[in-house]
């Protein structure tokens, strides 16, 4: 079988869905891999890289040839895929939520789409998941992000000249970027605090050595939340949570959010009266930015300032991490597709009743049929 691998082409976009490691692995599986010139460039990359780990490299149109498998980080304009062979697959954070047309596009080229971000959240599938892997080093990237625009320093410091206190860090929202923001405020001696509405994430927070701040007087999710996930909370909720934000958040140095509700807008955590609040010169980062902003005032993609406080939209933030979030997406791709290797036929079989294709299959047969895309 060959792969072709994209050279992405969305603005910004500094990742590549194959890394030399994995070129060599689908290599052992009996695949043979074509590589868009210039795809590693945005990651430390070079073409000649690949080349050592045995792929061919090539136009656009030398890599789709004959390709039955197409790898891309972000979706290609279907326009742009014009070579391609009908049925062929392809694989990548295709976003169909917010790209019905270009779905729709792959179903009219005949391709068969694959969106990686629907992967089932079930243990077979971890090591297949984009959104963990992309997330996680969010995470980590949001406080480094939160240190740099901080005009003090993170870890507390006893010098000559006196004493220079830790930094207060708390942490709203304790899934996977979550996870890893407090992990790394603590690394830099950072004194952390976090919050979420699953009662799960309490012991999870103790475990890494932060402090819990949660609602007690209204009960939250219990346990983890359907697959995970969060869903909106009661009225009720939400003002009993904004009263001990408002109690905590004064306090508070650096703000790291990353509230999501699948399907949903995120939800408002921070409004403007807690920012004023704040001391001048500390920092907010919030990473549900791109979906509606955890914070009154926050855009995406950019950094402003109210009261004196720092607010960081952040937005794709595995971006800036290019060589690590690539290697992670990659091993992702490949993960996914080896375990549906016919190793005796030498070839990809991916069947129709599988969990995991179901969750993720967007096209086939020139239709859209995802049932979420219905
Ligand atoms: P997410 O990105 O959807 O949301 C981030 C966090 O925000 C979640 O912890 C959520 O509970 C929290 N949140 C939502 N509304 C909130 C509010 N009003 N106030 C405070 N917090 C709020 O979540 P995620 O990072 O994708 O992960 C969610 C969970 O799924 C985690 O427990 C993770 O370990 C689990 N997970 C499981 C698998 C698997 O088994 N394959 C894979 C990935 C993640």
Redesign the pocket.
Known sequence: MKIAVLKESADGETRCSAIPETVKKFSALGASVAVERGSGQGASMSDADFEAAGASVGTRADVLKGAEIILCVTGPDPASLKGAAKRALLVGALDPSRRREAIDGYAAAGLDAMAMEWMP???R??SM?I??SQ?NLAGYKAVIEAADAYGRAFPMMMTAAGTVSAAKVFV???????LQAIATARRLGGQVSA????S??KEQILSLGAKPIFVENVAG?EG??A????TE?SAEYQKA?AELVSAHIAKQDIVIT?????GKPA?R?ISNAQLASMRPGSVVVDLAAEAGGNVEGCVAGERVEKHGVTIIGASNLARSLAADSSALFARNLYNFLSAFWDKDAGKLVLPDDDELVKGIRLTRGGKVVHERLA
């Not at 919050?195 to 699953?198: E, P, Q, S």
């Open positions: 959240r079930i243990t599938a971890q998941d959104l963990s997330s709203m929202g304790v899934g996977v970027a979550g919050t979420d509405v699953r799960a994430t999710i983890e939340g697959g995970g996930y969060a909370m949570q990353t509230a999501l509700i699948p939800p955590l």
